[in-house]
Protein backbone atom coordinates (compact mmCIF):
# COMPACT_ATOMS: atom_id res chain seq x y z
CA UNK A 1 0.00 0.00 0.00
CA UNK A 2 1.38 2.92 -1.18
CA UNK A 3 0.21 6.67 -0.03
CA UNK A 4 1.52 9.64 -2.62
CA UNK A 5 2.03 13.08 -1.09
CA UNK A 6 1.16 14.93 -3.93
CA UNK A 7 -2.71 14.04 -3.94
CA UNK A 8 -4.18 16.96 -2.13
CA UNK A 9 -7.67 18.18 -2.18
CA UNK A 10 -8.55 22.01 -1.99
CA UNK A 11 -11.63 23.04 0.33
CA UNK A 12 -11.48 26.43 -0.73
CA UNK A 13 -13.85 28.77 -2.32
CA UNK A 14 -13.33 30.18 -5.69
CA UNK A 15 -13.58 33.31 -6.81
CA UNK A 16 -16.23 32.94 -9.03
CA UNK A 17 -18.23 31.19 -6.15
CA UNK A 18 -17.50 34.26 -3.84
CA UNK A 19 -18.62 36.38 -6.68
CA UNK A 20 -22.03 34.24 -7.10
CA UNK A 21 -23.03 34.56 -3.72
CA UNK A 22 -22.08 38.39 -3.16
CA UNK A 23 -24.29 39.02 -5.91
CA UNK A 24 -27.28 36.75 -4.67
CA UNK A 25 -26.74 38.37 -1.46
CA UNK A 26 -27.01 42.13 -3.12
CA UNK A 27 -30.35 41.26 -4.96
CA UNK A 28 -31.82 40.24 -1.64
CA UNK A 29 -31.25 43.57 -0.24
CA UNK A 30 -32.35 45.42 -3.00
CA UNK A 31 -35.78 43.90 -2.77
CA UNK A 32 -36.02 43.71 1.36
CA UNK A 33 -34.37 47.04 1.89
CA UNK A 34 -37.21 49.06 0.51
CA UNK A 35 -40.25 47.66 2.27
CA UNK A 36 -39.20 48.53 5.65
CA UNK A 37 -38.23 52.43 5.01
CA UNK A 38 -41.55 53.61 5.14
CA UNK A 39 -41.84 51.83 8.68
CA UNK A 40 -39.71 53.84 10.74
CA UNK A 41 -42.40 56.62 9.68
CA UNK A 42 -45.44 54.86 10.69
CA UNK A 43 -44.10 53.47 13.86
CA UNK A 44 -43.45 57.17 14.74
CA UNK A 45 -46.19 58.31 13.74
CA UNK A 46 -48.20 55.30 15.46
CA UNK A 47 -46.21 56.32 18.86
CA UNK A 48 -47.30 60.13 18.44
CA UNK A 49 -50.66 58.72 18.59
CA UNK A 50 -50.01 56.74 21.77
CA UNK A 51 -48.26 59.49 23.19
CA UNK A 52 -50.77 62.05 22.88
CA UNK A 53 -53.59 59.91 23.75
CA UNK A 54 -51.23 59.12 27.43
CA UNK A 55 -51.42 63.00 27.89
CA UNK A 56 -55.26 63.79 26.86
CA UNK A 57 -55.73 61.23 29.74
CA UNK A 58 -53.37 62.97 32.08
CA UNK A 59 -55.53 66.00 31.35
CA UNK A 60 -58.29 64.73 32.16
CA UNK A 61 -57.23 63.54 35.42
CA UNK A 62 -55.67 66.62 36.39
CA UNK A 63 -59.35 68.05 35.64
CA UNK A 64 -61.21 65.61 38.01
CA UNK A 65 -58.92 66.78 41.04
CA UNK A 66 -58.27 70.31 39.96
CA UNK A 67 -61.86 71.50 38.49
CA UNK A 68 -60.02 72.97 36.00
CA UNK A 69 -57.12 71.95 32.98
CA UNK A 70 -53.90 73.75 33.06
CA UNK A 71 -53.49 77.35 32.15
CA UNK A 72 -51.66 78.16 28.71
CA UNK A 73 -49.10 79.49 30.89
CA UNK A 74 -48.92 76.68 32.99
CA UNK A 75 -48.72 74.75 29.90
CA UNK A 76 -48.37 70.74 29.95
CA UNK A 77 -45.78 71.32 33.08
CA UNK A 78 -48.60 71.20 35.19
CA UNK A 79 -48.91 67.36 34.78
CA UNK A 80 -45.04 67.27 35.93
CA UNK A 81 -44.81 69.41 38.60
CA UNK A 82 -47.89 71.35 40.42
CA UNK A 83 -49.11 74.58 39.83
CA UNK A 84 -48.08 77.24 42.02
CA UNK A 85 -51.22 77.50 44.86
CA UNK A 86 -52.46 74.18 43.76
CA UNK A 87 -50.33 71.79 46.17
CA UNK A 88 -53.96 71.04 48.22
CA UNK A 89 -55.70 69.31 44.85
CA UNK A 90 -52.71 68.84 43.40
CA UNK A 91 -52.28 65.01 43.24
CA UNK A 92 -49.60 64.23 40.33
CA UNK A 93 -47.47 63.72 38.77
CA UNK A 94 -49.75 62.56 36.21
CA UNK A 95 -46.79 61.94 33.81
CA UNK A 96 -43.83 60.70 34.88
CA UNK A 97 -41.64 62.89 32.42
CA UNK A 98 -42.63 65.23 29.34
CA UNK A 99 -41.65 63.55 26.36
CA UNK A 100 -41.32 65.35 22.67
CA UNK A 101 -42.38 64.16 20.14
CA UNK A 102 -40.84 61.35 18.01
CA UNK A 103 -39.30 63.80 15.64
CA UNK A 104 -37.95 65.75 18.85
CA UNK A 105 -40.68 68.50 18.81
CA UNK A 106 -42.76 69.87 21.96
CA UNK A 107 -46.41 68.96 21.87
CA UNK A 108 -48.23 71.40 21.41
CA UNK A 109 -51.34 72.40 23.96
CA UNK A 110 -53.77 75.09 24.13
CA UNK A 111 -56.95 75.87 26.30
CA UNK A 112 -59.75 76.35 25.05
CA UNK A 113 -59.16 74.23 22.39
CA UNK A 114 -59.99 75.29 18.48
CA UNK A 115 -61.49 71.82 18.00
CA UNK A 116 -62.74 71.10 21.02
CA UNK A 117 -63.80 74.66 22.28
CA UNK A 118 -65.26 73.45 25.99
CA UNK A 119 -61.54 71.56 26.80
CA UNK A 120 -58.24 71.46 25.41
CA UNK A 121 -56.17 70.68 21.99
CA UNK A 122 -53.22 68.49 22.65
CA UNK A 123 -51.23 67.75 19.20
CA UNK A 124 -47.83 67.03 17.47
CA UNK A 125 -47.03 69.42 14.50
CA UNK A 126 -45.65 65.93 12.90
CA UNK A 127 -42.13 65.06 10.91
CA UNK A 128 -42.06 68.57 9.27
CA UNK A 129 -42.59 70.79 13.01
CA UNK A 130 -44.80 73.05 10.89
CA UNK A 131 -48.99 73.22 11.98
CA UNK A 132 -50.75 71.62 8.82
CA UNK A 133 -49.31 69.13 6.58
CA UNK A 134 -50.13 65.49 4.61
CA UNK A 135 -48.69 62.47 5.20
CA UNK A 136 -45.63 62.47 7.52
CA UNK A 137 -46.07 66.03 7.91
CA UNK A 138 -49.79 65.94 9.07
CA UNK A 139 -50.36 67.32 12.76
CA UNK A 140 -51.75 64.22 15.30
CA UNK A 141 -53.76 65.60 17.46
CA UNK A 142 -56.93 64.78 20.11
CA UNK A 143 -59.49 65.36 17.48
Avoid at 37 to 58: C, H, L, R
Avoid at 81 to 93: N, S
Avoid at 96 to 112: A, T
Amino acid sequence: MKISLKQKTSAAFTLIEIMVVVVILGILAATIIPQFIGTTQDAKISAAKAQVAEIDSALERFYVHMDRYPTAEEGLAALVTAPAGADQKWRGPYVKQLRNDPWGNPYQYIVPGTHHTTSFDIWSRGADGADGGDGANADIGNW
